[in-house]
């Protein structure tokens, strides 16, 4: 039985439907349009049955999702939709959402300039100082790292693969510096299966994992055991040659303006020297031996 609650939700989310449809069309001129004598109109906005038509959709059945009724929509029929009301990125996925959907993931590849982002992100992680950060794409790629994560993790070695899941199966020198490598590894491949399945069908996370299963036996097996674990927290040892026992929490992040990206934290933890090994690590004293050491 719906509840009164639920009843009332379902109304609300029409009207919404009903306004944001109506105020989306009025704004889009039949110039804009590309209609033939969009030139020569006086009227303002255009009208449902044109909608209709650049959407390929039936006048009835878009007169009827434009007064909110309870009708069947799919997500090629919204995209059509949204085309024809030159809606942004936000307005799509709202409309997603008052029809009833699960909004698409944000392309922010077309909706946000990447060259202020990236260099802002950059700023943030380099702003950790001297505690390791990197940034991640979906697939777990590395695409920037601050100096400690450098220093501490090897990130930007050569040879090694910018895919953080391969480096972590495939990458002697920080399989030997993480203490605690067997206990997250099963995390690691939990957390990877769960960001896979955000984007199901996406044909990048299908060769990050063949190609990781080509080369580590280990992952393979982690991998057929199915398991899944959203990201948040590992607790994580890492043995550098230098200072010694590094321990740290690691965090995953998503980035609200950025939610392609994550950035990955490594904070000392409270109870351990960590911290001060640091700051040794990343003065000029320890810059010297710490880009030495990541090398073998």
């Known amino acids: 039985m719906v509840s009164n609650a639920a009843t009332q939700d379902a109304a609300r989310r029409r009207q919404e439907l009903r306004d944001f449809l109506t105020t989306r069309r009025a704004r889009v001129t039949p110039a804009e349009a590309g209609l033939p004598d969009g030139g020569r109109r006086r009227t303002p906005g255009l009208r449902r049955e044109e ?3 650049l959407a390929g959709v039936g006048a009835s059945w878009y007169q009827w999702l434009e007064q909110g009724r309870d009708i069947t929509v799919s ?3 919204l995209d059509a939709v949204a085309r024809v009301l030159r809606l942004n990125g936000a307005e799509r996925r709202h409309l997603y959402v008052l029809a009833g959907l699960n909004p698409p993931p944000r392309q922010d590849a077309e909706e946000l300039g990447r060259t202020d982002v990236c260099a802002g992100l950059q700023r943030l992680i380099d702003a950790w100082m001297p505690f390791p950060a990197h940034i991640m794409d979906p697939y777990w790629n590395t695409i920037a790292y601050n100096e400690a994560a450098q220093l501490v993790l090897g990130h930007g070695r050569p040879g090694v693969s910018h895919n953080c899941l391969i480096a972590f199966f ?3 020198v920080y399989r030997a510096r993480a203490a605690s490598w067997e206990t997250i590894a099963p995390l690691v491949v939990a957390q990877f299966r769960a960001a896979c399945s955000v984007r199901p069908g996406d044909e990048g996370f299908d060769a990050v994992v063949r190609e990781a299963a080509a080369l580590s036996a280990e992952f ?3 991998w057929a055991r199915a398991d899944v674990q959203d990201g948040g ?3 994580k040892e890492m043995a550098h040659p230098h200072v010694g ?3 740290f929490e690691t965090t995953l992040l998503q980035i609200p303006v ?3 990206l994550s950035i990955v934290l490594h904070n000392p933890r409270p109870e351990s020297d960590t911290a001060a090994k640091l700051e040794w690590l990343t003065s000029p004293e320890g810059r010297r031996g710490g880009m030495s050491s990541v090398a073998g």
């Open 75 to 77: 997500p090629q029929v």
């Open 220 to 222: 393979a097996e982690l």
């Open 170 to 172: 495939t990458d002697p």
């Open 258 to 260: 950025r939610p392609d």
């Open 233 to 235: 927290t590992l607790h």
């Open 245 to 247: 026992a590094l321990l």
């Open 51 to 53: 909608v209709a038509v």
